[in-house]
């Protein structure tokens, strides 16, 4: 978070707009608080309404429902932002079949599916933030 903001104050120093967007949705809460314009992020596939409600909290200076927000969702994102981080997209992609939004989780090579293990504690992730998974 503290390399975000470095990253923020050096893009605003620039004499023409940039548009910010961050993408981890793990860290959302704090990188709102830096007014971003937006964010871009695979949370979206499966999390879009806790996304945008995170999002409107922080813009109206809400940080008690933004903390709530956060706090709500943290099962999930923990268990999809963590090592071995080369299954983040694999992850975003099974949440969303997980919660019925896609009829498969199907990767293509040279991507492997989540072993077992993984689904499971996605799974449990989904449930323990309120999002239950019919998959």
Same mark, same amino acid.
Not at 43 to 49: I, K, M, V
Not at 89 to 100: D, E, M, S, V
Not at 104 to 115: E, N
């Given at each position: ?14 004499? $023409?707009?940039?548009?910010? @967007? ?18 871009? &992020? ?11 409600? @995170?999002?409107? =909290? ?23 932002? $963590? ?7 694999? $992850? ?6 997980? @919660? ?5 989780? =199907?990767? $293509? &090579?040279?991507?492997?599916? @989540? ?21």
């Amino acid at each position: 978070v503290a390399q975000y903001e470095e990253e923020v104050r050096a893009v605003r120093s620039v004499g $023409r707009k940039v548009y910010l @967007l961050p993408a981890n949705g793990r860290t959302f809460y704090y990188a709102f608080q830096l007014q971003p314009d937006g964010a871009l &992020s695979g949370s979206a596939n499966f999390a879009p309404e806790h996304d945008v409600e @995170l999002f409107e =909290a922080v813009t109206r200076g809400d940080f008690k429902q933004a903390r709530a927000l956060h706090d709500q969702i943290f099962p999930i994102f923990r268990r999809v932002y $963590r090592d071995p981080y080369v299954y983040l997209h694999i $992850r975003y992609k099974a949440c969303t079949w997980l @919660l019925g939004k896609i009829s498969s989780p =199907a990767v $293509r &090579s040279p991507l492997v599916p @989540l072993p077992e293990e993984e689904l499971k504690a996605l799974r449990e992730g989904l449930g323990a933030s309120g999002l239950e998974p019919v998959g």
